[in-house]
């Protein structure tokens, strides 16, 4: 008995020495995770900011910015860096996104957070955030192969490529963010401030928009923002659906070309490294990502500046 009791005693010491090893290594591992993430941040930046530096040493900053001509794939004699067309395009494609997803999303939310049964949305949202999983390629081929046939039925003289389908699909792409976003926010609202609203006499309808809304404002903007951020950086339905043409437009049935399409574009092609169409896929880049983060800081400001504490 008294070997028994000394085995056990053994084997206790030694799984909670192993147990103290593995407490000591878990926040090493979670620091080392952690140190990835940031050393691949800064790999990121660091490769833009050192190609992006090289492509305006042949290309000045006036050019770039000023100029309202974008041909960097041509031939050098014929080449022109006016970055305004693909910002235009960009930004073209965004409003048109952000016309379908935001009152769609945000008439969602609220559905899903006020009038929509517990059973009822437990189905509803899971369904709505399967949209989210659907690969992009297949949003650019329904928006090229089912909704510009439909919109050219409406407008005749509307190009096979155009801005207005691609706007479309990326805003049905970006509604199960918003309207997700917003629904947690508003759930997030204290039942007892909707009480207080019907106890004073208030509809549902006035509860929703009067009282939920404003106090989850900070919740619903930062999700209509991330959701615009993510329309900015949509590749593959504005590649497929929005054409390849640069142009500074705000027809929404041309054709245009986004910032992510070029880069598609240009990278797929026969670019030789170091010349200046190729350092030009850098140059935009850096654009793009320059848009994206002051959107992102932008939600984070939203977020803390109308954040209300229960």
């Known amino acids: 008995m008294k070997n028994h009791s000394l085995g056990t005693a053994g084997r206790f010491r030694r799984s909670r020495s192993l147990g103290r090893t593995w407490e000591n290594m878990i926040p090493k591992l979670l620091l080392a995770c952690a140190l990835i993430s940031v050393f691949t941040t800064l790999g990121i930046i660091g490769t833009l900011i050192s190609e992006t530096t090289s492509f305006f040493s042949q290309v000045s900053f006036g050019e770039f910015f000023t100029e309202t001509k974008w041909t960097a794939l041509f031939h050098e004699s014929q080449q022109h860096f006016g970055v305004w067309p ?29 009038y929509a049964n517990p059973k009822v949305s437990k189905v509803l949202k899971p369904i709505l955030e399967v949209l989210a999983g659907v690969p992009t390629i297949v ?6 192969t089912f909704v510009t046939p439909l919109l050219r039925g409406l407008l005749p003289e509307m190009g096979v490529f155009n801005a207005l389908s691609a706007g479309i699909v990326v805003g049905i792409m970006i509604i199960p963010l918003i309207a997700s976003l917003s629904e ?17 006499g208030c509809t549902k309808f006035e509860v929703a928009l009067k009282v939920v809304v404003p106090a989850a404002l900070s919740g619903i903007i930062a999700s209509f923002v991330l959701g615009l951020s993510r329309a900015i950086g949509e590749t593959m339905i504005v590649t497929i659906a929005a054409g390849s043409t640069p ?5 929404p049935t041309e054709s245009v070309q986004t910032m992510t399409s070029f880069i598609v574009q240009a990278a797929t092609g026969d670019n030789s490294f170091g010349s200046t169409a190729y350092g030009a896929i850098y140059a935009v880049g850096m654009t793009l990502f320059l848009f994206t983060l002051v959107m992102n800081l932008l939600a984070q400001y939203i977020s803390r500046r109308f954040k209300e504490e229960y």
């Open 184 to 200: 947690d926010a508003m759930s997030a609202v204290p039942k007892n401030i909707r009480e207080a609203a019907y106890a004073m």
């Open 247 to 251: 142009q500074l437009t705000l027809d």
């Open 139 to 144: 949003y650019g081929f329904f928006a090229l």
């Open 86 to 114: 693909l910002i235009a395009g960009t930004l073209l494609v965004t409003g048109i996104a952000a016309i379908v997803a935001v009152p769609i999303g945000l008439a969602s939310a609220i559905y899903l957070s006020e």
